[in-house]
């Protein structure tokens, strides 16, 4: 594996139910040691278009070519906008790697969903495509990976993390999304 293997970090930007739309980063990162650029697009607060929007910011990208994993923070963006990395795999023929700190405890995301949407079955359904897998690394994070095998899928991330748990491309698309959206980048992802 290069060690400047190019890979976007996606974060979404801060926001309030009360907001329509949000802001999401793409940073472009060669391994986890050089910032390459900075993508940028927009969804819908609990809306389903997060998978698409990932989509056409990567195709209409210069980047796109050189590319060779997506990253993102969890499997949504916006709140509920839950990203379908099995399509997106599929559009940009590109590995899609979701990594979270804690474990997602599905009976309250059911919950959720089932209160908040008519279309929670396939949200749900969504949701639970591809494996959870547990990485334990210096810290324990959890991932799931599509188009890409899980000993593939750990030594990238094993790669792209340079201090604490979270990769560096998504670590820096978080400081990117909280310092535009804020005016200083702070908080953890």
């Known amino acids: 594996m290069k060690k400047e293997i190019r890979i976007i970090g996606i974060d979404d930007m801060p926001f309030s139910f009360k907001d329509k739309k949000t802001g999401i980063v793409g940073a472009i990162m060669r391994g986890g040691i050089?910032?390459?650029?900075?993508?940028?697009?927009v969804v819908t607060i609990?809306?389903?278009?997060?998978?698409?929007?990932?989509?056409?910011?990567?195709?209409?990208?210069?980047?796109?070519?050189?590319?060779?994993?997506?990253?993102?923070?969890?499997?949504?963006?916006g709140g509920?906008?839950?990203?379908?990395?099995?399509?997106?795999?599929?559009?940009?023929?590109l590995p899609v790697i979701t990594v979270t700190r804690d474990k997602p405890d599905m009976k309250k995301i059911m919950q959720a969903l089932k209160k908040h949407f008519d279309d929670w079955k396939e949200r749900l359904e969504t949701?639970?495509?591809g494996a959870l897998h547990e990485i334990k690394l210096r810290?324990?994070?959890?991932?799931?990976?599509?188009?890409?095998s899980a000993n593939e899928a750990k030594e990238i991330i094993k790669l792209a993390t340079i201090r604490g748990a979270i990769p560096e491309p998504i670590r820096v698309a978080h400081l990117i999304a909280t310092g535009i959206k804020k005016g200083e980048s702070k908080g953890r992802c």
């Open 34 to 41: 050089y910032l390459e650029g900075v993508l940028k697009g």
């Open 127 to 129: 949701i639970n495509k």
């Open 139 to 148: 810290y324990t994070i959890y991932s799931k990976f599509f188009g890409i």
């Open 80 to 93: 509920f906008n839950v990203i379908d990395g099995e399509k997106i795999f599929k559009e940009l023929d």
């Open 46 to 77: 609990d809306g389903n278009d997060a998978t698409d929007e990932i989509i056409k910011m990567i195709k209409k990208s210069r980047h796109m070519k050189q590319l060779k994993i997506i990253m993102v923070n969890g499997i949504a963006l």
